[in-house]
């Protein structure tokens, strides 16, 4: 089935980068794209970028343009997403989302998310 | 475009009727998304163009509304549907917003 795992959480401090990687199976890579959506402990989903099918745009909220960047690997199946000069409002639970058929701001899979803590 | 929930928390009986309302700060059209959040669980999306399920929904979630108002109905509330739920406009974009949620308890 369509699955995505995300990795690359951890603990960092204000100022550093760090890089998330999306893992993709169970479906055809390069005619989707995918979406990352943060969520601050105990607050609701912050819409953060998304990358279309073929790499060729890109969005950014407002809050991460300039720092943050996304990516994608084909032979790889994979998404990643580049955060540079961090802070502590960064902080989040970070999922990708797989784009929906039909709807390229429609987010239609999942994956479990990864945490990323500022301190 | 601003996505307002309502209510904030809703507590319904198993067997009852749940209604949960978004509300957006201009047209919409029909671009809106439904998702629900079970608690410790990535968001699943529910429904998408307003009132389509999304693969595997089940019949007791319905969705509706255009323009700016909006309602998620669960007909009959099983002790599963805990959870926080979500709607995302998709008018307008970037960026795409989300409402604030709503939690269902029982």
């Known amino acids: 089935q369509e699955q995505l795992v995300e990795s690359g959480g951890g603990v960092v401090q204000p ?52 720092r943050f960047t996304i990516s994608r690997d084909e032979s790889k199946r994979t998404v ?27 987010m239609d899979v999942w994956g479990q998310g990864t945490t990323v803590t500022v301190s | 475009t601003v996505m307002t929930q309502f209510p904030a928390t809703l507590s319904v009986s198993p067997g009852e009727r749940a209604t949960l309302s978004c509300r957006a700060s201009q047209r919409i059209d029909n671009n809106l998304a439904w998702y629900q959040q079970k608690p410790g669980q990535a968001p699943r999306l529910l429904m998408y163009g307003a009132s389509n399920r ?25 002790t599963e549907d805990v959870a926080v739920y979500y709607c995302q406009q998709y008018h307008t974009w970037p960026p795409i917003t989300f409402g604030g949620g709503t939690k269902v308890e029982i």
Request: with cysteine; net charge positive; aromatic share 14%.
């Open chain 1, 15 to 66: 100022g550093q980068s760090l890089t998330l990687s999306c893992t993709t199976s169970g479906f055809v890579f390069r005619r989707f794209g995918v979406h990352w959506v943060r969520q601050a402990p105990g607050k609701g989903l912050e819409w953060v970028a998304v990358m279309s099918s073929d790499g060729s745009s890109s969005h950014y909220a407002e809050s991460v343009k300039g």
């Open chain 1, 80 to 106: 990643f997403l580049r955060m540079d000069r961090l802070n502590t409002d960064d902080a989040a639970v970070y999922y990708c989302a797989k784009v929906a058929r039909g709807d390229f701001w429609v």
């Open chain 2, 54 to 78: 999304a693969t595997g929904i089940p019949a007791r979630f319905s969705g509706s509304g255009f323009g700016t108002d909006f309602t998620l109905i669960i007909s009959s509330l099983q």
